[in-house]
């Protein structure tokens, strides 16, 4: 088999999805997910002007020689533009190799190693009370594991928190907006809301928070600290990942379980976390790392040091991503847990999928390949429209981590 044709689609449908599709000789195609939130056009152009003319001739069986033929290829590697377009290859062809082989991906990856993949959903509200009742609201459509965000005190918006009765959406079209933040408010009103919240609801269920890269070491170690009691599943992303040594002084004081990476694109951001066992889950995604063929080795290593998955699964992912990130969760040993946020009804007719929940899990389907299909008819009527996440100041005017 050869591939004959690859091209690059980039829709609206609500927000920005970069969708790679490779054709080949024997009809087969298959489909990759290269969105990156805010940065969709770098990978385009990556794709179009530096990968495409590159695969045409090649065997898309060949999934581990394209793979290090596009990283130590082109000489210049890591980084989210290349991955997520090394990324969105990656999974189309391990698409096609399914389909070529009659079987869904998942038995391409090891077989199904759990029944379904347990996921959590979003609840976030303007204060308190409304966090609690949006908990209330993702427990009563099934869901077993529960992130909570809330407004914070003082504070007019907050990250994960949407303005009126609109979902939240990760990224605002338009230039980016800018949001006002206080380190003391937030680490005063977080240990309220998870006690509130294991009052109302008791202790079966899982609870999440996400920080947002917003603390420093210290304070972080402060937070979960205080969230101890309150036996959270994760805390999330609690300080920016660059000095991976940071983890050390939170690890130092607190057994709170802490996630990171879903802003890492290779294994070479996530190596010491992993060896010195800092951090209990990994959250890179299929798109950002590099693909299924990256993501897996990943998972592996992770593995050696007793840290699990917990796949960034947030809706500037594709419907074709979340099916591949189904299929991963559904094979790997080491799986933790995986990010739900449905996508919108114009999302999901775009790219009609055989992915479904039920009762807390998700189910990748059985049809073969990665069970994705894109209508690019209806695509075509949702143009790209420029569109990013807020930028984040402190209160006297410092631009601040996001
Ligand atoms: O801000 O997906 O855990 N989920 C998140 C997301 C991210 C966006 C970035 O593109 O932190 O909401
Ligand atoms: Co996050």
Redesign the pocket.
């Known amino acids: 088999m050869k591939i004959t044709k690859a091209a690059v689609n980039v829709c609206s449908p609500g927000r920005n999805f970069v969708t790679f599709k490779l054709e080949t000789d024997e009809g087969l195609y298959g489909l990759g997910d290269g969105t990156?939130?805010?940065r969709e056009l770098a990978v385009v152009s990556y794709l179009t002007e530096h990968v495409i003319p590159c695969l045409i001739g090649r065997d898309p069986f060949q999934t581990e020689d394209i793979w290090q033929y596009l990283y130590r290829g082109a000489y210049w590697r890591r980084g989210p533009v290349t991955m997520s377009a090394i990324g969105a290859v990656d999974m189309a062809l391990w698409d096609i190799k399914g389909k070529a082989l009659n079987t869904p991906v998942y038995n391409l990856l090891g077989g199904k190693s759990r029944n379904g993949v347990l996921v959590y959903a979003?609840a976030n509200g303007a204060d308190i009370e409304e966090t609690i009742d949006a908990v209330g609201r993702k427990i009563g459509l099934g869901y077993l594991a529960v992130?909570a965000q809330s407004g914070i005190p003082g504070l007019d918006s907050t990250?994960?928190v949407a303005k009126g009765n609109k979902p939240?959406e990760?990224?605002e079209r338009g230039l980016p907006s800018e949001s006002l933040w206080s380190t003391e408010k937030y680490l005063r009103s977080v240990p309220d809301l998870f006690e509130r919240l294991r009052k109302q609801f008791g202790e079966d269920v899982h609870l999440l928070h996400?920080c947002?890269h917003r603390l420093t070491p210290i304070e972080a170690a402060r937070m979960g600290k205080e969230l101890e009691s309150h036996h959270l599943f994760w805390m999330?992303?609690p300080v920016p990942a660059e000095l991976q040594e940071g983890f050390k002084v939170i690890r130092q004081h607190t057994t709170t379980p802490i996630a990171t990476g879903?802003?890492f694109n290779t294994i070479w951001d996530a190596q010491e976390l992993l060896r010195e066992q800092w951090i209990d889950y990994i959250?890179m995604t299929v798109t950002h790392a590099g693909g299924l063929t990256a993501l897996k080795k990943i998972a592996d290593f992770a593995a050696l040091f007793h840290v699990r998955t917990g796949c960034?699964?947030?809706?500037?992912?594709s419907p074709v991503s979340m099916a591949a990130a189904l299929h991963f969760g559904m094979a790997i040993h080491n799986f933790g847990i995986q990010?739900h946020?449905p996508h919108n009804a114009e999302t999901d007719s775009v790219f009609p999928h055989g992915y479904a929940f039920e009762e807390g899990y998700m189910y990748p389907g059985d049809t073969p390949g990665l069970g994705v299909e894109i209508d690019e008819k209806l695509a075509a009527t949702y143009p790209y429209q420029r569109a990013y996440?807020p930028i984040n100041r402190k209160l006297d005017g410092t631009l601040f981590d996001?």
Request: proline share 4%; net charge negative.
């Open positions: 990156l939130n805010g979003h992130r990250y994960g939240y990760p990224a996400d947002h999330e992303d879903e802003v959250r960034h699964g947030a809706t500037d992912l990010e946020m996440l996001w």
